[in-house]
């Protein structure tokens, strides 16, 4: 068999770009489903195009991913609530996990040889494991771009954050744009972070990042739902969701006549005695219904006649992007940024929102579910370019691509010196 020659593969890989993403994906779905909407954007934008994900979700294979989009898993860790960091494989020492993480990276990167990198959210990495890789990647002109949802955390807490991990220095070093998912009318995630104009300068506000609807699949049937109109309770991940299952539990065991039954999707990472506990006393309530989780969430979202959610950045995405009527009962703890966002969005009139404190008395949930069926929609506010954000990323990673890596050099060789 002949194989292709040197000259080919080489002109071939002329014209198919790559762009690497990484996302450190220590808990949750937040990061992961961001990178992999974005993945999928791109690649349906651009034919010639591929996408890999560094990620660290254990679930990552539980999502289907379009042509050319991949990924890479390195090896999984934990926070705890104290901030500090544990392998998922308990046999294995943290340090001895970063440092794997760390290789995997840089290794991948250097093989991959990618046109453009997108770091989700850390600037750095996790404990700083993608610092190396940004230094690899820089010598060779590769364009390097942080991507931030549009909250990361209270002022306050979040400067301190970033002291601690020299995240200001890392802007200010290795990027050449920070993109921002979301509008500075709405929030600015880099609020009271005190940053070089330079650094300033290269910050872009793309918009929302607007989410589809997957092509429709054979799936079981939902007991008691069918094509009935329902609220879709979703705490994303579910590892910090059990207060939202629980209120929305004590309103309809308080009030079972709730106007529209309720679908609970306790999420991937809920511990297992908590899921079986809630799903105990769902299946005592005649207009509740539970499944654990899935993958295309975005289907029952568009079924769905309102959400029920927490206010974490993907699901105010599909909210707005599906037009659906929601309800935020924001966490506060460990971060305050759905808070913030909850905050912002009821400000608007885009949703509506209810603290834990205030919902933990029944007769005020059950009050605020039954409020939902005639809030009007996210629509009803009128924002130029709300939803633009995969668009705006699509247009900004081909200028990127087209300008090609020396369009780079002179920040790399101001840099450098």
Not at 80 to 92: A, F, K, Q, T
Request: glycine share 8%; proline share 7%.
């Amino acid at each position: 068999m002949d194989l292709p020659r040197e000259g080919t593969v080489l002109a071939r890989r002329h014209e198919h770009k790559r762009v690497l993403i990484y996302s450190h994906d220590s808990f949750g779905l937040g990061h992961l489903r961001r990178c992999r909407a974005i993945a999928h954007s791109l690649v349906e934008a651009n034919s010639a195009l591929s996408v890999l994900i560094l990620s660290g979700s254990p679930i990552i294979g539980s999502y289907d991913f379009r042509s050319r989009v991949d990924f890479v898993r390195v090896p999984g860790v934990i926070k705890l609530r104290n901030g500090e960091y544990v392998s998922l494989n308990e046999h294995i020492d943290i340090e001895e996990t970063l440092s794997m993480r760390s290789s995997i990276i840089r290794h991948t990167a250097d093989i991959f040889d990618p046109d453009l990198f997108l770091v989700d959210k850390e600037p750095l990495g996790l404990r700083g494991e993608v610092g190396d890789t940004l230094s690899l990647l820089r010598r060779r002109g590769v364009p390097l771009v942080l991507g931030l949802r549009d909250v990361l955390d209270d002022p306050d807490a979040l400067e301190a954050e970033w002291e601690r991990k020299g995240a200001a220095s890392a802007l200010l070093q290795y990027y050449d744009e920070i993109w921002v998912y979301g509008l500075k009318a709405i929030c600015d995630p880099l609020a009271g972070i005190d940053l070089p104009p330079s650094v300033r300068r290269r910050v872009t506000y793309t918009g929302y990042l607007r989410r589809k609807a997957p092509a429709p699949v054979p799936a079981p049937e939902i007991p008691a739902i069918g094509e009935e109109e329902f609220l879709l309770v979703t705490p994303g991940g579910g590892g910090d969701g059990d207060a939202l299952v629980d209120l929305v539990l004590r309103a309809y065991e308080y009030d079972p006549r709730l106007p529209l039954p309720a679908l609970l999707v306790f999420g991937p990472f809920m511990l297992p005695e908590r899921r079986a506990a809630f799903a105990a006393r769902a299946a005592r309530l005649e207009r509740i219904r539970a499944i654990t989780f899935d993958a295309r969430i975005e289907t029952l979202m568009v079924r769905a006649a309102g959400v029920v959610a927490m206010g974490g950045y993907n699901t105010f995405c599909e909210m707005l992007s599906f037009d659906k009527k929601a309800l935020f009962v924001p966490r506060t703890v460990p971060r305050r940024e759905q808070w913030i966002r909850a905050r912002r969005a009821a400000e608007l009139g885009l949703a509506t929102m209810l603290l834990e404190e205030e919902g933990a008395d029944p007769r005020r949930m059950a009050a605020a579910l039954r409020g939902l069926v005639d809030q009007p929609p996210p629509s009803a506010v009128v924002m130029a370019g709300l939803l633009d954000g995969t668009q705006r990323v699509d247009r900004l990673v081909r200028g990127w691509l087209d300008r090609g890596r020396r369009a780079r050099s002179p920040l790399a060789e101001a840099i450098e010196a």
